[in-house]
């Protein structure tokens, strides 16, 4: 899921976790309750990254790690 900030995805139906790896970094970020429809928004949006800030960043809880 190459994008300009977002190098990788990875998604739990389960538990509703989202951990997404950053290109500027090693570590990756693991963002809780978030909808599987938010995350297949973002598997198909056209900017990753933009879509990151406006939907995901301040929205939903996270910890990096």
Do not use: C
């Not at 978030?34 to 996270?62: C, D, H, Q, W």
């Amino acid at each position: 899921m190459p994008g300009l900030s977002i190098s990788q995805a990875e998604y739990d139906y389960q538990t509703g976790q989202l951990q997404l790896w950053f290109r500027d970094s090693a570590e990756h970020s693991t963002y809780q309750n978030v909808p599987a429809t938010v995350y297949e928004n973002l598997l198909t949006a056209g900017s990753k990254g933009r879509y990151f800030e406006l939907m995901i960043r301040a929205r939903y809880p996270s910890e990096r790690r």
